[in-house]
């Protein structure tokens, strides 16, 4: 019999994922040898405090460093797989793999989104392999149908739901009328939200994971600073109920669009913030923690991708698939298709953006305010759609939803109607997204 040399693993972090591919690698070692042709094997674990307790781990203590640099270097490392987050030491690290030729798994979003050029440079320099399914949407098989099955086609537009901590929020706001802050302790409370909600509810996890999916759909470079971003912590129930009077349900969006800019060239605009969507888009039953992405493509079409956007084990799901995608890629002496950013597409000014918009505002209770304020819509070349007066007195407001317009011309207008004495307040401004 002919013994095939396994393909060893340097995993990299042991927390929520890394655990889990520890348990799945064990769980599942004959069908992944039968899958790749030969064995995996970690060759060792890095973590940062060797004495923590990790509970019953299927694998030999002595596996265990705190010395990620060294364990990235030894002769005996095929594949690296790095599930540490943040930027350093974990580029480092990674360069120094890829660099090599040793393949790499990553699902370090907030390093992809930042530098992934550092990554992907090393790669071709070292003629390895770079995955990252597991940085976007978790377990959804979202990256590869992007990075290949779709590579015949033009993508025009990539809307999606990826971050499950603010789908959460939002979806309890929208079923029982809550404020913000009272969602966010129900999400605490359930696990759904860290300690420390920033990076979510600031929409700074959606960011990077937007950039990582504008990269790939327009073969260009887009960095985390490209992205336009607003988190959820303004949205108010009032607003959650305004967008039900509509038809409509409040998600936190991730939109990359490929179009032409003011002077007409071709360009990307890529933004993350909380948008109206009409309770008829596939994305608008997309609740609790669930991620979703919508793609729309010249000859595809519209396609949905649905499912757990984060978690140890769905996760893992996602690491385990790229390792077997490298070990076999080693194994027949391929490589993966290498970064694709041919295109070279500029990112439009978020000025440029061009959507609907419902905006509420607190009025006086006086002949003419309609005129006036629709005058200042006309003025910046706004067009009106529909407009609901209601209340009387003190109590007067009037609901505007308008048809597509650049942001630029919809600041202006919200900025001189704020002028205006007949404007008591404007109560939210929002965005509407996905037809109807
Ligand atoms: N959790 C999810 O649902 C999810 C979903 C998608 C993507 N991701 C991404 O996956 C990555 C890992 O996330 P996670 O939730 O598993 O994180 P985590 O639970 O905090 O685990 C991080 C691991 O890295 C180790 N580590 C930290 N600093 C280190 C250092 N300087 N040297 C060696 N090891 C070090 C930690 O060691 P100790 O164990 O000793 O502390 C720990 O084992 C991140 O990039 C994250 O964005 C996570």
Same mark, same amino acid.
């Given at each position: 019999?002919?013994?095939?040399?396994?393909?060893?693993?340097?995993?990299?972090?042991?927390?929520?994922?890394?655990?889990?591919?520890?348990?799945?690698?064990?769980?599942q070692a004959?069908?992944?040898?039968?899958?790749?042709?030969?064995?995996?094997?970690?060759?060792?674990?890095?973590?940062?405090?060797?004495?923590?307790d990790?509970?019953?781990?299927?694998v030999?203590?002595?596996?265990?460093?705190?010395?990620a640099?060294?364990?990235?270097?030894r002769?005996?490392?095929?594949v690296?797989v790095?599930?540490?987050?943040?930027?350093?030491?974990a580029?480092?690290?990674?360069v120094?793999?890829?660099?090599?030729?040793?393949?790499?798994?990553?699902?370090?979003?907030?390093?992809?989104?930042?530098?992934?050029?550092?990554?992907?440079d090393?790669?071709?320099?070292?003629?390895?392999?770079?995955?990252?399914?597991?940085?976007?949407?978790?377990?959804?098989?979202?990256?590869?149908p992007?990075?290949?099955?779709?590579?015949?086609?033009?993508?025009? +537009? &990539?809307t999606?739901?990826?971050?499950?901590? *603010?789908?959460?929020?939002? @979806?309890?706001? !929208? =079923?029982?009328? %809550?404020? #913000?802050?009272?969602?966010?302790?129900?999400?605490?409370?359930?696990?759904?939200?860290?300690?420390?909600?920033?990076?979510?509810?600031?929409?700074?996890?959606a960011?990077?994971?937007?950039?990582?999916?504008a990269?790939?759909?327009?073969?260009s470079?887009?960095?985390?600073?490209?992205?336009?971003r607003?988190?959820?912590?303004?949205?108010?129930?009032?607003?959650?109920?305004?967008?039900?009077?509509?038809?409509?349900?409040?998600?936190?969006?991730?939109?990359?669009?490929?179009?032409?800019?003011?002077?007409?060239?071709?360009?990307?605009?890529? +933004? &993350?913030?909380?948008?109206?969507?009409?309770r *008829?888009?596939?994305?608008? @039953?997309?609740? !609790? =923690?669930?991620? %979703?992405? #919508?793609?729309?493509?010249?000859?595809?079409?519209q396609?949905?991708?649905?499912?757990?956007?984060?978690?140890?084990s769905?996760?893992a799901?996602?690491?385990?698939?790229?390792?077997?995608a490298?070990?076999?890629?080693?194994?027949?002496?391929?490589?993966?298709?290498?970064?694709?950013?041919?295109?070279?597409?500029?990112?439009r000014?978020?000025?440029?953006?061009?959507t609907r918009?419902?905006?509420?505002?607190?009025?006086a209770?006086?002949?003419?305010?309609?005129?006036?304020?629709?005058?200042?819509?006309?003025?910046?070349?706004?067009?009106?759609?529909?407009?609901?007066?209601?209340?009387?007195?003190?109590?007067?407001?009037?609901?505007?939803?308008?048809?597509?317009?650049p942001?630029?011309a919809?600041?202006?207008?919200?900025?001189?109607?704020?002028?205006?004495?007949?404007?008591?307040?404007?109560?939210?401004?929002?965005?509407?997204?996905?037809?109807?």
């Amino acid at each position: 019999m002919i013994m095939v040399k396994p393909v060893r693993l340097a995993l990299l972090g042991c927390g929520t994922v890394g655990a889990e591919v520890v348990r799945l690698l064990h769980e599942q070692a004959a069908d992944l040898t039968a899958r790749v042709g030969a064995p995996i094997e970690i060759a060792g674990i890095a973590v940062r405090r060797m004495g923590r307790d990790r509970g019953p781990l299927p694998v030999d203590p002595a596996l265990f460093t705190t010395d990620a640099l060294g364990l990235v270097k030894r002769d005996d490392v095929d594949v690296v797989v790095e599930v540490v987050g943040g930027i350093e030491p974990a580029r480092t690290w990674l360069v120094e793999a890829l660099r090599s030729g040793k393949s790499a798994v990553t699902a370090n979003k907030a390093l992809l989104a930042e530098d992934g050029g550092a990554l992907h440079d090393a790669a071709a320099e070292g003629r390895a392999d770079l995955y990252y399914e597991a940085s976007v949407a978790g377990a959804i098989p979202l990256l590869r149908p992007l990075r290949e099955s779709l590579h015949g086609d033009r993508i025009t +537009r &990539v809307t999606g739901i990826v971050n499950g901590t *603010t789908n959460f929020i939002l @979806s309890a706001m !929208d =079923a029982t009328g %809550a404020g #913000f802050t009272e969602a966010l302790e129900e999400a605490t409370e359930l696990g759904y939200a860290e300690a420390d909600p920033t990076a979510d509810v600031e929409g700074f996890d959606a960011a990077a994971k937007a950039a990582i999916l504008a990269s790939l759909a327009f073969h260009s470079r887009v960095t985390a600073a490209d992205v336009h971003r607003e988190g959820i912590t303004e949205v108010t129930a009032a607003d959650v109920a305004s967008a039900k009077a509509m038809g409509c349900t409040i998600k936190l969006l991730c939109i990359a669009s490929r179009g032409p800019d003011s002077t007409g060239a071709d360009s990307v605009s890529v +933004r &993350v913030h909380p948008a109206m969507i009409p309770r *008829t888009h596939p994305l608008a @039953s997309v609740g !609790d =923690a669930f991620n %979703a992405v #919508f793609v729309e493509a010249e000859a595809a079409g519209q396609l949905m991708f649905y499912g757990r956007g984060a978690g140890g084990s769905p996760t893992a799901s996602a690491v385990l698939g790229d390792i077997v995608a490298v070990a076999r890629n080693r194994l027949s002496g391929v490589r993966a298709p290498s970064e694709s950013v041919y295109a070279d597409l500029p990112v439009r000014p978020m000025g440029e953006a061009v959507t609907r918009y419902h905006i509420s505002l607190d009025v006086a209770d006086r002949a003419g305010v309609l005129a006036t304020v629709a005058g200042v819509f006309a003025k910046h070349d706004v067009s009106i759609a529909t407009v609901r007066q209601s209340g009387r007195a003190d109590d007067a407001s009037l609901v505007v939803v308008t048809h597509g317009a650049p942001e630029a011309a919809l600041a202006a207008t919200v900025e001189q109607l704020r002028g205006l004495d007949i404007v008591r307040s404007i109560a939210s401004v929002l965005r509407v997204e996905g037809g109807a």
